[in-house]
Structure formats: C-alpha cells, structure tokens
C-alpha cells in the first residue's frame, strides 16, 4: 500500500489561493458593474415619454387658462374624476368649471413621471397659480397629481386633484 503524506509545501497553497484571489477580483469586477448599471440615467425613449406627459399636462392647464373648454374636453377621459376640497368632480363639471374660473398666472415645478404599468403614467408636481374662482380667490401653492391613460394611441386624463400645500 502506498503512503499518503499529509504534509504540504507552502507552494501547494498558493496556487489555490492566488485562483480564489483572481476569481474574487473578476466577480467583485462584474458585480460593480452591475450595481452601477442599475442607477444608469433614464433611456431616451423614456426620457421622451416623460417629456410628452409633461407636455400634455402643460396644455391641460393652458387650455384651461385660455378657457378653451373644447380643447380642454378632448384631454379628459369619459371616465374622468377631478378631486378637490369642494368635491369630487366629472369630465361635464370640470369643463363647465372652465367658464368660472380666472386662471391670470401659474407655473409648475418638480414634475416627475412615473409608469406604473404600459399605458398608465402617473404625474405629481406643484402648481403655483393666481386665479379667482366663480369671483373667490383661490391663490396659492397646491401639490398635484394626474393619472393618464393611452386609449387608441392617445394620452388621455383619467384622475386629477390638487391640494393646497401648507
């Protein structure tokens, strides 16, 4: 029967260990990578489809302060809900709300697009406006959401409400 030694040189450790040391370096290499590739900078496609619902909700409220009631209409969903301090609202009574209210001056800032699913957008920003509605001021700050939907090809408003900001 042969004799096995279990005495080893030290050269027979450091081969296995310089292997371990190259494969550790190369998988620490590839998951970096990964890990920064997760934070990576918005695509272009989403970058345009981010900038077409801001867009759209730009002309909402341009239509709106330009009482253009019609184009206003063809932005809301059938479907359509508005929810407000005064109440929940309609496609028909938003758009009769354009007659009564004054819209002299808004901007909006911090938009942000999100897509929780295909052909559902989500935006939240906040409006800053001077405007009288049906003769009452109702100036001020307010933080906004919007839900859009596409149906045939087209961005639609299904769900708007503004909160006065505090």
């Not at 489809?49 to 059938?78: G, M, P, Q, V």
Request: proline content about 2%; aromatic content about 10%; glycine content about 6%.
């Amino acid at each position: 029967m042969r004799k096995v030694s279990t005495k080893t040189t030290g050269h027979a450790y450091k081969l296995p260990m310089k292997r371990q040391f190259i494969l550790f370096s190369i998988t620490s290499i590839a998951a970096a990578s990964v890990c920064f590739g997760q934070a990576s900078s918005p695509t272009p496609g989403k970058l345009a489809k981010e900038t077409e619902i801001t867009d759209f909700e730009k002309a909402a409220w341009e239509a709106f302060k330009n009482k253009r009631a019609d184009t206003f209409k063809k932005l809301l969903s059938k479907r359509y809900s508005g929810v407000y301090a005064e109440g929940i609202k309609s496609a028909d009574a938003e758009v009769a709300d354009v007659a009564k209210i004054d819209l002299r001056d808004y901007s909006l800032d911090d938009m942000k697009v999100t897509f929780p699913s295909i052909g559902v957008a989500v935006v939240t920003y906040k409006a800053t406006q001077q405007a009288t509605f049906a003769g009452k001021d109702i100036s001020g700050a307010y933080n906004c959401a919007s839900v859009l939907i596409v149906r045939r090809g087209k961005w639609l408003l299904v769900f708007h409400t503004e909160v006065k900001a505090q």
